[in-house]
């Protein structure tokens, strides 16, 4: 059997005793012909037969019945939306749907969506005793919560914690389902893009000072939490790895996180922090919120590009805008500090980080454009077995006389190849390279003689 048909086998048995349980309720609590210890003496499937993602959430949490109530209740909406149809009774009395029945209702979605007054009320009827010893299963703190298990989201500051939706994850939502790991992508509830990269650490040509910085991050990386959580000296550190990126664009900077996720298989997600950063009061803060709080059970990379646009020389707070300017700055740095794992922050003018910023990163790497040695490197190793260089052209002349960043040997050479399939031939000439040097240099605003 496949990961998913064993998952789905067993979510079969949960959902009959989830059915059995609600049923229970109705007699309980307005039939009264059972008593509520007819609940907690309702036989749970078993883990053990079941050897899957959703077992193993089980046993990995030792989860009690409550809490395997308000998984299941939180997945049904998504699996079997019609089980919880009865919950759209009436209380005739009042013609009214029943209060203590929680519930939102969605314009889009025709289903019944459980809050946590759902559990509640399954869990406890009416007796408050009871609903005032549940009621810790929903607090932030509890790992269900802790660990972005499941959401409880709230419609307004004011409203009853109960009252708010009741939700699985994106991520458990595969994980209980599929087994498959969640990779969210860019949208307007999570404004980060997942990167990656098909090259490797071979074709980035770096100085020495900047493959030694690298050494230090991939430490990090291998043994830094284990020297945090496991040794005395961890306690005088804080938590993470914070690192700075400066240098022109095309210099390697995105392409060096990408492969440190690569070699170590972690998931880098990229924020483009002018894209985060909004004119709306409070709205920068609870985009950047989402990032963290969906990275902070995941052993991410966070790359935040453009970090000028917040952390620029800082304003003096003449005006509102300055001092929420200066806020997102400090959110920034908060959520930062408490990310416990890497951070990288990239900006393309290291001129314009408030220098007093500098002493928040444990390191801080200078992409600088490559010397005549790195480039003549560059144009070597930039091309595959497929296509060459014609004979006339002098790679020491071209490294010598054309100051070019590793992206725009690539944009040349790009041009280049084209033409060779063009031409269809793998001989790379001379006329060619002097064209695509002209036109990378009048992107740049140069003249080329």
Known sequence: ?????????????????????????????????????????????????????????????????????????????????????????????????????????????????????????????????????????????????????????????????????????PEYLFYCTTGEKYKPDFNADFPAKRITTSQEWSDLVLPGNLLQGLEEIKDYIEHGKDLKNNFSFGKKIKPGFKVLFTGPPGTGKTLTASLLGKQFNMDVYKVDLSMVVSKYVGETEKNLSRIFDLAESKDWILFFDEADALFGKRSNTSDSHDRYANQEVSFLLQRMEDYDGLVILCSNFKKNIDEAFFRRFQLILDFEIPDVYLRHQLWEKSTTSDFTYDEDINIDLLAEQHELSAASIINVLHYCILKCMRRKDKLIRWQDIQAGLKMEKMKEGKSIV
Request: charge should be neutral; hydrophobic fraction near 40%.
């Open 1 to 169: 059997m496949t990961v998913k048909s064993i998952n789905a086998a067993f979510i079969e048995q949960e959902l009959q005793w989830f059915q059995d349980l609600i049923m229970l309720r109705g007699k309980i609590t307005f039939e009264r012909s059972a008593s509520e210890t007819a609940i907690t003496n309702l036989p749970l499937p078993s883990a053990d037969k079941y050897p899957c993602p959703y077992t193993d959430l089980i046993k990995k949490h030792s989860m009690r019945m409550e809490e395997r109530l308000i998984l299941i209740l939180a997945l049904i909406p998504h699996i079997k939306p019609s089980l919880l149809d009865l919950l759209y009774m009436k209380n005739e009395l009042y013609d009214i749907p029943f209060t203590e029945f929680g519930g939102v209702r969605n314009e889009n979605f025709k289903g019944y969506l459980p809050t946590g007054e759902t559990a509640l009320f399954l869990l406890a009827g009416h007796d408050l005793g009871k609903r005032f010893d549940l009621l810790h299963l929903l607090d932030k703190e509890h790992y269900l919560r802790k660990h972005d298990i499941i959401n409880l989201e709230k419609k307004s500051s004011n409203a009853p914690m109960a009252s708010g939706l009741l939700s699985v994850t």
